[in-house]
């Protein structure tokens, strides 16, 4: 493995060490994630973390796009993913995307690539675009969860 020169450090953009940097931030998440108990009605799981219920389920009986996400994380925390994608498919994929975050900044960095050119490839604009219809799939799957 190349060792990363000084002058290399220096060239990194502010958006590489950024990334880097959230590296411990998101390990802590998801040790205290990982503590929490998933809520057996598939969402309401963040009350656990002192924040309010949910307004539009309280409000209106509709889940907003997030509900579920935490409850998802917490599963797959726990080490029952595939009941994370049934609850929530796109809480799954977050778990799944920040345990990969732990393992591909930190090797990105030390095999000397600038993580902030990632993120300004255009091919990330079609991430997006998939992930946003990702979430809205899994907002729809979620609503008629509830439903039923």
Same mark, same amino acid.
């Given at each position: 493995?190349?060792?990363?020169t000084? #002058?290399?450090?220096?060239?990194?953009?502010?958006?590489?060490?950024?990334?880097?940097?959230?590296?411990?931030?998101?390990a802590?998440?998801?040790?205290?994630?990982?503590?929490?108990?998933?809520?057996?009605? #598939?969402? #309401?799981?963040?009350?656990?973390?002192?924040?309010?219920?949910? $307004?539009?389920?309280?409000?209106?009986?509709?889940?907003?796009?997030?509900?579920?996400?935490?409850?998802?994380?917490?599963?797959?925390?726990?080490?029952?993913?595939?009941?994370?994608?049934?609850?929530?498919?796109? #809480?799954?994929?977050?778990?799944?995307?920040?345990?990969?975050?732990?393992?591909?900044?930190?090797?990105?960095?030390?095999?000397?690539?600038? $993580?902030?050119?990632?993120?300004?490839?255009?091919?990330?604009r079609?991430?997006?675009?998939?992930?946003?219809?990702?979430? $809205?799939?899994?907002?729809?799957?979620?609503?008629?969860?509830?439903?039923?």
């Amino acid at each position: 493995m190349p060792r990363v020169t000084s #002058g290399q450090a220096r060239s990194k953009s502010l958006i590489h060490w950024a990334l880097l940097g959230s590296v411990p931030l998101v390990a802590a998440v998801l040790l205290w994630l990982s503590r929490i108990e998933p809520d057996p009605r #598939g969402f #309401g799981t963040h009350e656990q973390l002192g924040l309010a219920s949910c $307004l539009p389920m309280r409000l209106w009986d509709v889940p907003c796009p997030g509900c579920g996400v935490t409850t998802s994380v917490a599963l797959a925390l726990h080490g029952r993913l595939w009941d994370s994608f049934v609850n929530q498919p796109f #809480g799954a994929l977050v778990a799944v995307l920040l345990a990969l975050y732990l393992v591909v900044v930190p090797l990105a960095h030390f095999r000397g690539a600038d $993580l902030g050119r990632w993120i300004e490839r255009p091919p990330a604009r079609w991430v997006i675009a998939a992930l946003g219809l990702f979430v $809205l799939g899994s907002w729809v799957w979620k609503f008629l969860q509830l439903r039923s």
